[in-house]
């Protein structure tokens, strides 16, 4: 073997491209990502259309059916799922594995361009998203203090949020718990009677007066003047001289006469607490692709400075972090690795008991642990727990083919009386193919793990290919590093028969012996061993059912959600009553550290964190449960409590959460496990078998939070129009319907 007869001859050599590696990896390891789990681009698409106070009936008929209809011409589709509501549509679409998103996405649009004009003329622009893991808040913090709700929301947005949007790979921020400044124009229905006047043409008026428009521009001699007409309202007196109408004598009707201007802020439909203490939630989501954990770090840091520029009644306290699961799960795992590697030298040397031989065998390891790192950068792979336990399977394997090669020079040096370095590649060249074989023979279980179809196999692609790496780097130190270490370091003494290589020696010989005893017994009772082969086998096949079976075990993240969902059309306030004995109840609950409250019309969320591991008793799972039975009590709320990180590595939770969207039940797991559809044309006999089915899987056992994502329409008061009245006051269904939309909301102008 030429590779091995180079490296014995110029040591230098195999010892510098050796150390050429450990560089390249050392450099490659810096520079890796680290993140929980694999990055696998879903092929899902999503289409959000709003059209506001439209009932789901008509969703479902002007634009969910329209859009079904044009993208369901589209190849590659796998599943599409529509789901209409009140006031707006959502169709999901699942692509196959094999469809490139990027492209799907984009024949998404290019289908959905040609039929938006269909639909009905206040339907907003359409939202066409693709899936993204990256998308969900990977760290979350809330601003609190002695202030007006109005003043602590202009802190967190002028001097926190905008600042934070500064920092590198920072992709955006929301905040819930805000209380905007809002202008509210309130009118004055006796006068607009009075003056024969409409809610629409005061609004338009209020649209029209309210503009800047540019003019152009002109020469003036030696320079070209931009002309720009300065139409915008700058304070807020000012909109009490706007123009509604004229009189008949001429005289001018303004917004005064027919109602009053008030500053003040938006009316209360979500608040935001920390531990019951009011304050603005604000999550940070990081673009796509970034390293978590750097971006959490950058945001930290500048979190940091941001808080010595504040008063010093405004705290920031950090709640929902996704970094410290992902460097506490890194941490364990590069723990686990550095001990295998150890633990694999120590067995070494108890056979070999030769600090010498053993320090040349076991370099065999991190040689090519570190040399990996090279090839996981040029993969375009990170460091997570696929990539991490590739590398601590191929711990105890790496130093396999230094071991073989070492113990055929061994042998040379014994049994032939050679010298070290005449024996180095001799020996290896001898046993190179066998080598070449049984590395070979490990590449190709591993290889084909990387190539399993199936969304499954996204997430081993990564393990299957480092792992394959590994072992093909460990042939190559085996073939250069261990012979040139060997003919370098060697001494004849070391091969001699009072070393533990003989049977002669007291370990070794113990082990021998036994091994010995159990084979020849075995080999003169043969159809006994035949027969306990047999029965594992059997065995294991009657056993197999009883075992547990899932890719990702619950892990304790020390942080799990609680959800809650009201009837649709429930209001703020009563949702606030609700949830005010489940706050405190929660709140009690033992080893917690904080607790991030969002509420809405109708929802509330509970971001539950507790203190760390090694200071509670407790178990994630433990106090999971007892929040499940705690809770069984409230009726007349959907209420799922859920934990964990799936396997895309989103947070579950959502620290945000509380949207009226899908349902957030999954257990421990944090997400879905089984998903059932029912379909049929009828939607009330779909929902007394939605009922029915809820019932009957609420009795299996170790299954929790069954929900649907069916909820009743919301309350709605029907106003009928009296074509003749309508037609006889120059009005029409459009503007009466227009008139009642803008007369019923709590503010129809701001600025």
Request: aromatic share 6%; charged share 20%; with cysteine.
């Amino acid at each position: 073997m030429k590779i091995a007869e180079v490296s014995v001859t110029r040591p230098v050599f195999a010892i510098m491209m050796t150390a050429a590696l450990i560089v390249l990896g050392a450099v490659s390891y810096e520079s890796l990502g680290l993140d929980l789990m694999p990055k696998t681009d879903a092929p899902v698409v999503s289409v959000q259309a709003n059209l506001p106070g439209a009932s789901a009936e008509e969703i479902e008929t002007t634009i969910t059916k329209r859009i079904e209809e044009a993208v369901n011409t589209i190849s590659g589709i796998d599943e599409l799922r529509a789901n209409s509501d009140q006031g707006g549509s959502r169709v999901t679409i699942n692509f196959t594995l094999e469809r490139d998103i990027e492209s799907a996405t984009q024949d998404v649009r290019d289908k959905l361009a040609q039929i938006v004009n269909q639909f009905p003329r206040d339907t907003r622009p359409l939202q066409i998203t693709k899936m993204d893991p990256d998308a969900q808040p990977i760290f979350g913090f809330a601003v609190f203090g002695p202030r007006a709700p109005k003043e602590l929301t202009e802190i967190a947005e002028k001097r926190v949020k905008q600042e934070l949007e500064t920092v590198k790979d920072v992709g955006s921020i929301g905040y819930n718990g805000e209380r905007k400044r809002e202008i509210q124009l309130l009118l004055n229905a006796d006068r607009l009677n009075a003056y024969g006047l409409t809610v629409d043409q005061v609004r338009n008026a209020v649209t029209r007066q309210n503009v800047e428009i540019p003019g152009g521009q002109f020469t003036a001699g030696p320079a070209d003047v931009a002309v720009r007409t300065m139409g915008r309202i700058r304070n807020v007196d000012d909109f009490n001289r706007i123009v509604l109408s004229y009189r008949a004598d001429g005289s001018v009707i303004t917004f005064a006469d027919v109602g009053r201007v008030q500053d003040s802020v938006q009316e209360v439909r979500n608040a935001s607490r920390l531990s019951g203490t009011p304050a603005i939630n604000v999550m940070v989501r990081k673009q796509s692709g970034t390293n978590t954990v750097e971006v959490v770090d950058r945001v930290q840091e500048k979190l940091t400075r941001i808080q010595a520029q504040l008063p010093q009644d405004i705290q920031i306290s950090v709640g929902n972090d996704q970094s410290r699961f992902i460097r506490r799960s890194f941490e364990d795992i590069k723990l686990h690795l550095i001990l295998g590697g150890l633990l694999a030298s120590i067995v070494v040397f108890l056979f070999i008991r030769n600090l010498r031989v053993t320090f040349i065998a076991a370099l065999a390891i991190p040689t090519s642990i570190v040399g990996t790192f090279t090839f996981m950068k040029i993969a375009g792979f990170t460091l997570n727990n696929m990539t991490m336990l590739a590398l601590s399977l191929a711990t105890g394997i790496v130093i396999d083919d230094a071991i073989v090669v070492l113990e055929n020079i061994f042998r040379y040096v014994e049994e032939k009386g050679v010298t070290p370095k005449e024996a180095a590649a001799d020996a290896t060249q001898e046993i190179g193919l066998a080598v070449m074989a049984t590395t070979f023979s490990l590449v190709v279980i591993f290889v084909p793990v990387a190539f399993m179809t199936g969304q499954i196999g996204r997430y081993f692609y990564s393990f299957g290919l480092t792992s394959a790496a590994a072992i093909l780097i460990s042939m190559f130190v085996s073939f250069t590093l261990t012979p040139a270490l060997c003919a370098m370091w060697l001494k004849k003494e070391d091969a001699k028969s009072d070393h533990s290589t003989t049977k002669t020696s007291g370990f070794y010989a113990t082990i021998d012996s036994l091994y010995g005893r159990m084979l020849v017994w075995a080999l003169h009772h043969r159809p006994v061993m035949i027969a306990i082969a047999g029965a594992v086998v059997v065995s294991a096949a009657f056993l197999y059912p009883y075992v547990g079976k899932e890719l990702v075990p619950d892990d304790d993240q020390g942080e799990f959600s609680i959800n809650v969902r009201l009837p649709r059309g429930t209001s703020y306030q009563r949702t606030e009553e609700f949830i005010k004995p489940i706050e405190k109840e929660v709140l009690a609950l033992p080893a917690l550290h904080r607790v991030m409250q969002n509420v809405g019309s109708g929802f509330a969320s509970f971001n539950v964190m507790m203190v760390p591991l090694e200071e509670r008793n407790v178990s994630q799972q433990e106090l999971m449960i007892r929040a499940r039975q705690m809770l069984r009590k409230y009726q007349g709320a959907r209420i799922s409590v859920s934990g964990g990180t799936d396997i895309s590595g989103a947070a579950s939770g959502g620290f945000g959460g509380g949207g009226r969207g899908n349902p957030g039940g999954g257990g421990g797991g944090g997400f879905n496990r089984l998903n059932i559809l029912i379909q049929g044309p009828d939607i009330e006999q779909l929902q007394t078998y939605t009922v029915q089915l809820m019932d009957k899987v609420r009795l299996i056992p170790g299954v929790v939070d069954v929900d649907t994502n069916f909820e009743p329409t919301q309350p709605e008061l029907r106003i009928n129009i009296d074509r003749a009245r309508a037609t006889a006051t120059i009005s029409s269904r459009c503007c009466s319907g227009s008139t009642s939309h803008t007369g019923t909301r709590q503010r129809w102008a701001t600025c």
